[in-house]
């Protein structure tokens, strides 16, 4: 059973950063692609960035693209999410997620998720 377990959220202010972690496990991830997404209140789930868990191939959305970084660490399991230049409406919780990397890939849907974690950006 996959489990993953986020952390890193909490209070920053804008213009500060966040590195959010996703510790994995319950079986090898190395066929695995893994995500992070966000939802504010009111708001639908916002995909975020997705990893290649085999190859570190990396894809991220528009709308973050050059200010949050997703990358994995192999020995810990781990996926991180560097979060700079952070702004007042980055404010959510922020999910983890996983599955098989599929051949659409980066466009494919998850069907492992964290609990979440906030983030909550003071203007």
């Known amino acids: 059973q996959v489990q993953l377990v986020e952390s890193g959220g909490g209070l920053v202010q804008a213009g500060g950063s966040l590195r959010l972690s996703c510790a994995a496990s319950?079986?090898?991830?190395?066929?695995?692609?893994m995500g992070w997404f966000r939802q504010a209140p009111g708001k639908e789930r916002e995909f975020l960035a997705t990893?290649?868990?085999?190859?570190?191939?990396?894809y991220a959305a528009d709308s973050v693209k050059g200010r949050f970084t997703i990358s994995r660490d192999n020995a810990k399991n781990t996926v991180y999410l560097q979060m700079n230049s952070l702004k007042p409406e980055d404010t959510a919780v922020y999910y983890c997620?996983?599955?098989?990397?599929?051949?659409?890939?980066?466009?494919?849907?998850?069907?492992?998720w964290g609990q979440g974690t906030q983030v909550t950006v003071s203007s």
């Open positions: 997620a996983a599955d098989s990397r599929r051949r659409t890939w980066p466009l494919q849907g998850f069907g492992f």
């Open positions: 990893i290649d868990w085999s190859n570190g191939n990396t």
């Open positions: 319950g079986r090898t991830f190395s066929n695995y692609a």
